[in-house]
């Protein structure tokens, strides 16, 4: 079983910067593949950004070149650091890890955490 407690949502103005955190527990952290999700009110959740356990990185084409995220394998956590923020990043985001369990992968999702983004 994978626990994970995302961190670091909140309230920001229009072109305001947040940074997410994610600190995972009860696998080999380094094995995982880790990703952010998120859902807007009344939306569907969506892929952010994912990073795989080789660093390999991929992003959603509405915040390419404004999210980054990155990996610290000592830490066990997986960030999100937002820039340039916009009112329709306004969403609750997710972090997710696939892990490794033999041929198979596993999916673990957090909490959620809010962040709110005022025009």
């Known amino acids: 079983q994978v626990q994970l407690v995302e961190s670091g949502g909140g309230l920001v103005q229009t072109g305001g910067s947040l940074r997410l955190s994610c600190s995972a527990s009860g696998s080999i952290f380094s094995t995982n593949d880790m990703g952010w999700y998120r859902q807007p009110p009344g939306k569907q959740r969506e892929l952010v950004a994912c990073i795989t356990s080789a660093g390999s990185t991929n992003y959603a084409d509405s915040v390419k070149g404004r999210f980054t995220i990155s990996r610290d394998n000592t830490k066990n956590t997986v960030y999100l650091q937002m820039n340039s923020l916009k009112p329709e990043d306004t969403a609750v985001y997710y972090c997710?890890?696939?892990?490794?369990?033999?041929?198979?992968?596993?999916?673990?999702w957090g909490q959620g955490t809010q962040v709110t983004v005022s025009s």
């Open positions: 997710n890890a696939d892990s490794p369990r033999g041929s198979i992968k596993l999916r673990y």
